[in-house]
T-cell receptor, first 116, second 113 residues
Framework: DTGVSQDPRHKITKRGQNVTFRCDPI?????LYWYRQTLGQGPEFLTY????????KSRLLSDRFSAERPKGSFSTLEIQRTEQGDSAMYLC??????????????FGQGTRLTVV | AQKVTQAQTEISVVEKEDVTLDCVYE???????LFWYKQPPSGELVFLIR??????QNEISGRYSWNFQKSTSSFNFTITASQVVDSAVYFC??????????FGQGTTLQVKP
């Protein structure tokens, strides 16, 4: 297994367009996380899944954002009607565990979104 | 509320100096995990260490060492004999009992030759 992979690596879109990102976690990991990171800041939690269930969503995740993890494998993060403020690096991570227990999270290389 | 604070925004040292990166956390959970990640210029977050709240033993891995003190809610990271390749942004993170990771703002370390 080559780790967590994200696609695309870079995305430039016009304001108002919809975008979708994909994350493929490490195959045996049951947890999948999405984070957003802007320049000079730490990653901010957006949402996470345990298997196919979305267990927690941040208040940062407006109704323009939606995430899915069908069948508990890969995940998609969609942003509708993009705004310039959505420009950021979107990071995906995966780990194994339940509750507060489990392995460390392994991160993908991220998708850098630029909204023009 | 759960929070991680890395008060040092940027640190600059000369190669071979020792450097300590500070991390202070807040949580009401009795069981939790703390982490350090490195983010080199390439952007990918690289896991360095995990520590659970019941294990206060310091850990050493090569030039890296970590000092976890529950009494002061701190989990500091020391690099001994720093090298240029250590230049990166370092993040401290707390995992809540619901599983999500809460990151600090990061400390940018620049090691000059």
């Amino acid at each position: 297994d080559t780790g967590v992979s994200q696609d695309p690596r870079h995305k430039i879109t016009k304001r108002g367009q919809n975008v979708t990102f994909r994350c493929d976690p490490i195959s045996e990991h049951n947890r999948l996380y999405w984070y957003r990171q802007t320049l000079g800041q730490g990653p901010e939690f957006l949402t996470y899944f345990q298997n196919e269930a979305q267990l927690e969503k941040s208040r940062l995740l407006s109704d323009r954002f939606s995430a899915e993890r069908p069948k508990g494998s890969f995940s998609t993060l969609e942003i509708q009607r993009t705004e310039q403020g959505d420009s950021a690096m979107y990071l995906c991570a995966s780990s194994s565990g339940t509750g507060g227990e489990g392995t460390e999270a392994f991160f993908g290389q991220g998708t850098r979104l630029t909204v023009v | 509320a759960q929070k991680v604070t890395q008060a040092q925004t940027e640190i600059s040292v000369v190669e071979k100096e020792d450097v300590t990166l500070d991390c202070v956390y807040e949580t009401r959970d009795t069981t939790y995990y703390l982490f350090w990640y490195k983010q080199p210029p390439s952007g990918e977050l690289v896991f360095l260490i995990r520590r659970n709240s019941f294990d206060e033993q310091n850990e050493i891995s090569g030039r890296y060492s970590w000092n976890f003190q529950k009494s002061t809610s701190s989990f500091n990271f020391t690099i001994t004999a720093s090298q240029v390749v250590d230049s990166a942004v370092y993040f401290c993170a707390l995992r809540s009992n619901t599983g999500k990771l809460i990151f600090g703002q990061g400390t940018t370390l620049q090691v000059k030759p």
